[in-house]
């Protein structure tokens, strides 16, 4: 919730301009692209893995107090929501790897899915808490603030209480760039990877346009503030919430493949639906596909590699696969808005739809033409 309230406080209290808005809002892309190098560091720190988590957690709650302790600072406001933004998303590789170490491999999604529930619910939680409070006061964003970097502390002084496991230096590089031998190496790594860009790009496309389509009169429909936020904001997590737990159940039970195949064509029919029917009724049934397409998405993209990756490799395919994130993560909202000066809504969203049921296509192949032994790391209930 840090990123949405720190938007709404940037334009509603601060009045920020686009410049300072870019910054914010690349902060997470930004830090999933730095967590290439996290594993490297680690290395020749010489750490825990849950120790350099804990630790890179602090520094984003660090990060956040100092916007606090400045509350009437713009510019400190910016650069500590930014930076304390950066901190979490860089740090999710090693997340990964603790999953690796401490779920079960049997049970991997299910008990993920049990902390997206959590996530959702306390961000919904959160949600109506923080507005309920600059409701009262706009002055009480100070509050949240606080809020923010106590969650940092909070949680990085958890995850330090985590079994402590070294890094065995004898099976990675040290180097910043070592983690990119393993798309050379792993060929179903590789084509997954390019399997995620091929619809991220028209999934974060298309995300990028949900409220610019509903909010913005150029375009013709122009809904009250309250009626888009109901649309894209609660229907999609409201859904995503309800339906995280039983994707969770599907992913340790069906092969990667066929999960990724679904999702892309479930992504794809609510793009679709959201942009191409008319009216209120297409507008939450596509929102609430999306979030359920969101809330397998989310199970399967923080945990596939678990699948592929040798134990003591997974954080470096996380850091990997979080750094070409990050990449179409700053790639989509430039490219989106771009597209719209030659194209309608409509025709965006269908080719968007497009990219992703062919990416689907594209992972389908591969998995008819694939060995016993690319079935055995991706089929359910695997054996790394």
Not at 353 to 366: E, K, M, N, P, Y
Request: proline share 4%; aromatic share 14%; hydrophobic share 50%.
């Amino acid at each position: 919730m840090a990123s949405t309230f720190g938007m709404l406080i940037a334009v509603r209290v601060f009045h920020l301009g686009h410049v300072e808005k870019s910054i914010f809002l690349s902060a997470t892309s930004g830090g999933l692209i730095t967590s290439l190098f996290v594993v490297p560091l680690l290395l020749r720190a010489r750490s825990t893995i849950a120790g350099t988590a804990a630790r890179v957690q602090m520094l984003g709650g660090a990060c956040m107090a100092a916007a606090a302790m400045f509350p009437r600072e713009p510019w400190v406001f910016i650069i500590g929501l930014s930076l304390g933004l950066f901190c979490f998303s860089m740090q999710i590789p090693l997340m990964t790897q603790i999953y690796r170490l401490n779920y079960p491999e049997a049970q991997r999604g299910r008990l993920y899915a049990i902390t997206g529930v959590t996530r959702s619910a306390a961000a919904v939680g959160f949600g109506f808490f923080g507005g309920w409070l600059l409701g009262l006061e706009v002055d009480n964003y100070v509050w949240l603030l606080w809020c923010f970097a106590a969650s940092g502390f909070l949680s990085g002084w958890w995850t330090h209480g985590l079994p402590a496991v070294a890094w065995d230096s004898s099976e990675g590089g040290a180097r910043f760039w070592s983690a990119l031998r393993w798309v050379r190496d792993d060929r179903d790594f590789r084509t997954l990877l390019i399997s995620w860009m091929m619809m991220g790009v028209g999934n974060l496309v298309a995300a990028s346009l949900f409220v610019e389509y509903l909010a913005n009169p150029r375009h013709g429909i122009n809904l009250p503030e309250r009626e888009v936020a109901w649309i894209t904001g609660v229907v999609p997590v409201a859904v995503r919430m309800i339906s995280s737990y039983p994707w969770g159940l599907i992913y340790d039970r069906v092969g990667l493949f066929t999960v990724r195949s679904i999702l892309n064509v479930i992504f794809a029919v609510a793009i679709l639906t959201f942009f191409v029917g008319q009216g209120y009724l297409s507008w939450c049934v596509g929102m609430g596909l999306w979030g359920m397409a969101n809330a397998g998405g989310n199970v399967t993209w923080g945990l596939w590699v678990t699948k592929l990756a040798p134990k003591h490799a997974v954080a470096e395919y996380m850091s990997v696969h979080s750094f070409l994130t990050g990449f179409r993560g700053l790639l989509a909202p430039p490219l989106a808005f771009a597209a719209l000066q030659v194209m309608s809504f409509q025709t965006l969203g269908i080719l968007c739809s497009a990219a992703i049921l062919s990416a689907s296509a594209f992972i389908t192949v591969r998995a008819r033409t694939s060995d016993d032994e690319t079935r055995r790391r991706l089929g359910p209930r695997e054996r790394l």
